[in-house]
T-cell receptor, first 115, second 114 residues
Framework: DTGVSQNPRHKITKRGQNVTFRCDPI?????LYWYRQTLGQGPEFLTY????????KSRLLSDRFSAERPKGSFSTLEIQRTEQGDSAMYLCASSPGTGLYNEQFFGPGTRLTVL | AQSVTQPDIHITVSEGASLELRCNYS??????LFWYVQSPGQGLQLLLK??????LVQGIKGFEAEFKRSQSSFNLRKPSVHWSDAAEYFCAVGRTGTASKLTFGTGTRLQVTL
């Protein structure tokens, strides 16, 4: 068990560019979550997958954001036409999915800076 | 909708002193409650959780928390703080009956003086 991994750890981009982040959950974890954390705030929920199905999306997830989890393994979060307001830490978490509620294990995050 | 309030943005304690971090939640039913710790450059680590049963829960690193339904609170405590406890602490609530999102508070930054 190597934990949840996220790549890249840091991303600097110019406004208007597209960026993609990857999350590899703990092996055999069925549930995968994306959160966004801005400076001085707690993480805010973005979206959630049960296997490959995206079951819930926050209103924070605008049309410029898209998340996928092909084959129910790793997940990608893409932001198109980035804006300075997208600068944040993007956190991924996974949970076993064998019960009604399970602990969510978080990755180290990807810090995005939009210039 | 559920919400979490952590009234203290920043707390400073001396090493060896006791600690209590406050957390108040708003939720219409029995919530699932969590405390996470985040060190600089690190992800969130779960300290403890409450689902049901005994209202006093023990966690890792010597932390405990008590669920008080009448006060809608889930305060985190530690009898003797170590310098390595300096970090950001987040309280979170989850909805019962579903395995989806957590709602986090804004966090409390703990500073430990030697």
């Amino acid at each position: 068990d190597t934990g949840v991994s996220q790549n890249p750890r840091h991303k600097i981009t110019k406004r208007g560019q597209n960026v993609t982040f990857r999350c590899d959950p703990i092996s055999e974890h069925n549930r995968l979550y994306w959160y966004r954390q801005t400076l001085g705030q707690g993480p805010e929920f973005l979206t959630y997958f049960q296997n490959e199905a995206q079951l819930e999306k926050s209103r924070l997830l605008s049309d410029r954001f898209s998340a996928e989890r092909p084959k129910g393994s790793f997940s990608t979060l893409e932001i198109q036409r980035t804006e300075q307001g997208d600068s944040a830490m993007y956190l991924c978490a996974s949970s076993p999915g064998t019960g009604l509620y399970n602990e969510q294990f978080f990755g180290p995050g990807t810090r995005l800076t939009v210039l | 909708a559920q919400s979490v309030t952590q009234p203290d943005i920043h707390i400073t304690v001396s090493e060896g002193a006791s600690l209590e971090l406050r957390c108040n939640y708003s939720y219409g039913a029995t919530p699932y409650l969590f405390w996470y710790v985040q060190s600089p450059g690190q992800g969130l680590q779960l300290l403890l959780k409450y689902f049901s049963g005994d209202t006093l829960v023990q966690g890792i690193k010597g932390f405990e928390a008590e669920f008080k339904r009448s006060q809608s609170s889930f305060n985190l405590r530690k009898p003797s703080v170590h310098w390595s406890d300096a970090a950001e602490y987040f309280c979170a609530v989850g909805r019962t009956g579903t395995a989806s999102k957590l709602t986090f508070g804004t966090g409390t930054r703990l500073q430990v003086t030697l």
